[in-house]
């Protein structure tokens, strides 16, 4: 698969996966839910008695469950999980707000691939970019904020990848065809998917050599490292995987 010249010449948007497109998301939630968990335990010890960090994960999904109308937005998900654990442990609402800001802020110190700043330095402003994630990440606390023109998260969208309504945001915004969008994550089943699903040209980051999963459409073209897309002279430059 490449990516050819033509098609790049109708290329007017690039919307971008965050977690494990642009960083290690493995790491980073380990630290942020280390770092919650030694807050939990001198600021709210009894939620730290009572639960281990597996458990809090185990109420989390158990509450998406119960209540799916939320389960797509993480970041409300994890707080009113919280505020509901503070509450049984006797402490005041206001404290889940505090343990959420820990958990962000930590959630939000990433480290970069080598190839991210490179790619965005390059074709920022020369295409709209977008952020869009599943998850919670913060692209202004992360310090990229400033190369994308538009963030699109469940809390925005009220849904999550592969839901088309993910991308209408970006037609609508600004005035486009499907054609004139390129998307780039590294899950087949949110990214690839979701991109196929309303005739966005799909890049699939494949990083770790995964193999890909023969029950979902192929994406358009296949990359392991963002540097095989762009040439800062020509733009997009033909790709061959």
């Avoid at 999904?61 to 049984?88: F, G, V």
């Avoid at 609402?93 to 820990?102: E, G």
């Avoid at 949110?190 to 770790?208: E, F, I, K, P, Q």
């Amino acid at each position: 698969m490449s990516l050819v010249p033509q098609f790049a010449e109708k290329v007017s948007v690039i919307s971008l996966d965050l977690d494990d497109t642009l960083w290690d998301n493995v790491p980073v939630l380990e630290y942020a839910e280390n770092t919650l968990y030694l807050w939990l335990q001198k600021e709210l010890p009894v939620i730290a008695e009572r639960y281990t960090i597996q458990g809090l994960k185990k109420h989390r999904k158990k509450l998406a469950a119960e209540m799916p109308e939320i389960s797509h937005d993480m970041t409300r998900l994890r707080h009113e999980s919280l505020t509901i654990i503070c509450q049984e442990s006797g402490y005041e609402k206001a404290c889940a707000t505090c343990a959420m800001n820990v958990f962000l802020r930590a959630r939000n110190n990433v480290v970069l691939y080598d190839d991210v700043i490179p790619f965005l330095q390059q074709v920022s402003g020369k295409y709209h970019l977008v952020a869009m994630s599943n998850g919670n990440a913060d692209v202004n606390s992360i310090g990229i904020g400033h190369y994308f023109d538009m963030v699109i998260s469940p809390a925005d969208a009220g849904t999550s990848k592969p839901d088309p309504v993910m991308f209408y945001g970006i037609f609508r915004k600004y005035s486009i065809g499907s054609d004139a969008v390129m998307h780039i994550g590294d899950e087949p089943e949110t990214d690839v998917l979701g991109a196929s699903g309303t005739g966005v040209y799909s890049v699939w980051l494949n990083r770790n050599n995964r193999t890909y999963p023969q029950h979902l459409p192929r994406p358009d073209t296949e990359i392991n490292s963002l540097s095989q897309l762009i040439n800062a002279r020509q733009g997009f430059r033909e790709a061959a995987i």
